[in-house]
């Protein structure tokens, strides 16, 4: 028996780098992959510089996709630097 699935898109977010400044001891700038997934399938993926450009892209696909009826918290999965580092 086949069961007819709605396809389920998501956001997923990964802090994959962090640029420090040889100027301003601590502070740094994050790099970012930002996925569109269905099914945990990844279908386009963007390699963005800061939290502003992060946003940019994330709004973008929201505004842009059909997620579905899910709310933002179920949309959008983010994956801290120190996970990412952890997995490795």
């Known amino acids: 028996m086949f ?8 956001i997923l977010i990964k802090e994959i780098d962090r640029l420090y400044s ?6 740094f700038v994050s790099e970012y992959i930002v996925y569109l997934t269905e099914n945990d399938v990844k279908l386009k993926a ?5 939290e ?16 579905g009826g899910l709310t933002e918290d179920e949309i959008i999965q983010e994956v801290a630097f120190e996970e990412v580092i952890k997995n490795q």
């Open 3 to 10: 069961i007819n699935k709605k396809p389920m898109k998501r």
């Open 22 to 27: 040889k100027i301003h001891k601590g502070r």
């Open 46 to 50: 963007f390699n963005v510089v800061g």
């Open 52 to 67: 502003k450009s992060k946003d940019h892209y994330v709004l973008a696909m929201l505004l842009t996709n059909d997620f």
